[in-house]
């Protein structure tokens, strides 16, 4: 049903915008700037991992997105998500936006539905100007998008409400501080809250000159599901329960950027304190509430990374570090190497090509390789 109406909105909103564009009479109405866009990720991926070699052509993305203003001071958005990477809670197509934003003030705007978690200067960018094959592996474990707490691919949306602005301006008139907090079920995209325990997440940052911006972000909350699970006690005796679990999160974020004069160099550091479930809840095991005691309760990442112009707005050489341990050990890391160049023909479309060296000290065999080809379209 959500997907019909998702589709209907679309196709209404490129009727209407047909329309007036061959009225020549000038319309008041209720709704302005609507506009309809989107972009498609191509993929060729091969990776040499022992016993999982593999090579395959790929759709990573595909995405519709229709937005517009209502009495010009709400600014409103419904994306959809055609395919890519699904399962079975996030089966294509599926809505991955849905929120307005009252706009008015400059220094208090207020967003209400399912949009992006305000955690980490990576997790709001758009998939193709983030410039890798990947956004990095403690912002996908630590951001909501493959979460190391079980919940189901989310690409680091949650439903909830949130407060942000910009103030204190330089004498140029350029904004030195941003602020954003919001309140969110906790659950990720298109789930009800559970344990009637809510997130807050939020972050602040400082842009002292023109490009640089450093911020921080702390992250309190829980996720949880209602089922099944079984204990032992001390005598070894086992005893099985049912109800809701919820497991408690807590994260913080230190962020540093800076994007200006085609340059962008940007590190991040995670940490994570809390269990997971041993199951995803896309797996089909949505009543699976056994922890994965296995995994610990603790997990940090960080990672470097720049996009260098050789030709200024066509050609960039781009390099990453990016490392993840699972369990905030060095015996648990993963450590990727990464090395590529992207091409822009134009502003709407682009060629990126990158190698990486992986080093995960979880496998028996430490090292593999990855190459990753992409040809990614706006329209």
Not at 183 to 207: L, P
Not at 294 to 322: C, H, N, V
Not at 361 to 376: I, P
């Amino acid at each position: 049903m959500m997907k019909h109406l998702v589709l209907g909105c679309l196709a209404a909103a490129m009727f209407a915008s047909t329309a007036n564009a061959q009225d020549k009479k000038p319309t008041l109405s209720l709704f302005s700037d609507v506009k309809f866009n989107g972009y498609v990720m191509t993929q060729f991926q091969a990776s040499d991992q022992d016993d999982k070699e593999s090579n395959s052509f790929n759709l990573r993305m595909v995405r519709l997105n229709l937005e517009g203003k209502v009495a010009k001071d709400f600014y409103w958005r419904v994306q959809l998500q055609a395919n890519g990477n699904t399962s079975d809670l996030g089966s294509s197509p599926r809505l991955v936006d849905a929120f307005a934003e009252w706009q008015k003030y400059e220094v208090f705007k207020v967003k209400a539905g399912q949009f992006k978690r305000p955690f980490t200067f990576e997790n709001p960018m758009h998939p193709i100007t983030q410039g890798f094959m990947s956004y990095s592996q403690n912002v996908s474990k630590l951001s909501g998008f493959s979460d190391r707490s079980g919940e189901h691919a989310s690409n680091g949306r949650d439903i909830g409400v949130q407060i942000q602005g910009d103030f204190l301006k330089s004498p140029k008139g350029r904004n030195l501080i941003h602020y954003q907090i919001g309140v969110y079920n906790g659950q990720g995209t298109g789930q009800k809250d559970v344990d009637q325990r809510k997130d807050i997440i939020g972050g602040v940052w400082v842009m002292p000159i023109k490009g640089l911006r450093i911020g921080a972000f702390g992250w309190t909350g829980s996720y949880a599901r209602k089922g099944t699970w079984t204990t032992t006690d001390s005598q070894g005796n086992e005893e099985t329960h049912s109800g809701v679990r919820s497991l408690g999160k807590n994260r913080y974020a230190f962020s540093a950027e800076y994007a200006a004069n085609d340059w962008t160099v940007r590190s991040e550091y995670i940490h994570s304190q809390g269990y997971g479930f041993k199951t995803s809840l896309s797996s089909g095991k949505e009543t699976d509430c056994t922890v994965n005691t296995a995994a610990g309760d603790k997990a940090d990442g960080f990672y470097a990374l720049t996009l260098a112009p050789i030709l200024k707005g066509k050609l960039y050489a781009k390099a990453r570090y990016d490392l993840y341990r699972p369990r905030a050990e060095w015996g648990t890391s993963k450590t990727m190497y990464e090395i590529g160049a992207n091409y822009w023909f134009g502003k709407n479309v682009m060629i990126g090509a990158e190698y990486a060296r992986v080093n995960d000290r979880s496998l028996k065999k430490h090292d593999y390789n990855m190459f990753d080809l992409e040809l990614d379209v706006k329209f």
